[in-house]
């Protein structure tokens, strides 16, 4: 194998397959980034930790086509650390990696090919959907941070996607908190499928960090799924499993609904938390009464209060909660108002736009120490 290829080049296609490379691993060769030289001058990286694999399409000259393993860190940390120029990559006969520029000669050992695992395609057959790159990272944006990060809650650690023929919608929850995403978008056919929230924001730093203005295209397989942004294919696993019927646990009728500045009443739990941080649970106290939301937090290292206008419809009302957990939702949403609607002290918070229905958050209370 001989090709060269720029600097620039290598280290972006490395930056996004080293998101697969796994750190814990007793398999050497998963440590490895799968390097193929093409005829047709094409360069191929790839990576896997057997729960997601990325392929990286570029352009190099070609002199000689192969593949070769390399460590994904030493190999890695060469290409970004050698001069803006071309690089020339060829193995040698006893199988090791050299890598040259005008200046500088390295030599790495490698890994076998044959045991680097077979990477899926897509396959003929498949479930087809066009995403808008933009829509999707910020649906998983305003969701992910919802999701259970206990392995052992199985579907919890991932995301709902739902696709109806007007609709996709993203849902996540942990038990304490859920978080639902919605955009209008236009499919054939109705869809749905879980993945690893840890997963979806991988898939969307790679989309962030593309340069393309290509729609990112899903091939929706039984079991598995390809994720494709320009010359970026992402393979993974579905989740297995029956998520919980979350529409059963969004509440329908809220008595009490308060519309109020969403910045403002951010900077203000934030203020509180710094006390709540000190106490159980991150506790803070809303107390919604007239024209005012009261925001305080005790702990015994003192007390705050914060207080803020609101508009308000319904019954007075005095509720705890976790701040972070109402933080959270507070700086995934971009709107400058928000509407908080409540039954009693003791039921879950519904959080939602002023107008329309783009999102749903909600938070479940924390009992109120005497304070």
């Known amino acids: 194998m001989k090709f060269t290829c720029s600097q620039q080049t290598m280290s972006k296609a490395l930056n996004t397959v080293s998101k697969a490379v796994s750190n814990r691993t007793t398999l050497p060769v998963l440590k490895g980034i799968l390097i193929e030289a093409k005829a047709d001058g094409s360069l191929i990286m790839s990576a896997s930790d057997l729960e ?31 001069p803006n120029e071309d690089i020339s990559v060829s193995t040698s006969e006893n ?7 005008s200046s500088s000669e390295f030599t790495v050992v490698t890994f076998p090919v044959d045991e680097f695992p077979k990477l899926g395609e ?5 479930r087809e959907l066009a ?23 199985g579907v919890l650690v991932g995301i709902l996607t739902e696709i109806n023929q007007n609709s996709v919608s993203m849902v996540a929850l942990d038990g304490f908190r859920l ?26 730093k790679i989309i962030s960090e593309d340069e393309s203005e290509e729609s990112l295209i899903i091939s929706m397989g039984d079991k598995k799924a390809v994720f494709s942004i ?17 529409r059963d646990i969004i509440p329908k009728e809220n008595d009490i609904n308060v519309i109020i500045g969403r910045e403002l009443l951010l900077e203000s739990i934030e203020r509180a938390s710094l006390l709540a941080r000190e106490g159980k649970n991150n ?19 003192g007390n705050v209060r914060e207080e803020i206008a609101m508009e ?22 971009d709107d400058e108002e928000i509407s908080m609607k409540f039954k009693t002290g003791t039921s879950p918070c519904l959080v939602t736009p002023v107008e329309g229905d783009a999102y749903e958050y909600l938070i479940l209370p924390v009992r109120i120490p005497a304070m």
Do not use: P, Q
Not at 179 to 204: G, P
Not at 230 to 246: A, C, P, Q, V
Not at 290 to 300: A, G, K, Y
């Open 230 to 246: 320009g010359d970026t294919d992402i393979m993974l696993r579905l989740m297995e499993g029956e998520f919980i019927r979350y």
């Open 52 to 82: 997601i694999s990325i392929r990286k399409k570029t352009n190099a000259l070609v002199e000689e086509e192969g593949s070769v393993v390399v460590g994904a860190k030493l190999f890695g940390d060469i290409i970004r650390k050698l």
């Open 95 to 101: 199988g090791s990696v050299i890598i040259s520029t």
């Open 131 to 153: 995403f808008d790159k933009d829509i999707f990272k910020d649906m998983v944006r305003k969701t992910s941070f919802a999701a259970s990060i206990d392995e052992s809650k």
């Open 312 to 333: 308000k419809t319904g019954d007075d009302l005095e509720i705890g909660f976790n701040s972070k957990y109402v933080m959270d939702v507070l700086k995934a949403i």
């Open 122 to 126: 897509r396959e003929e057959g498949n």
């Open 179 to 204: 978080s639902l995403a919605r955009e209008k978008m236009t499919s054939a056919e109705d869809d749905r499928f879980i993945i690893s929230a840890k997963i979806m924001n991988e898939i969307s």
């Open 283 to 301: 506790l803070i106290k809303m107390v919604v009464k007239n024209d005012f939301l009261t925001i305080t937090s005790r702990s015994e290292e």
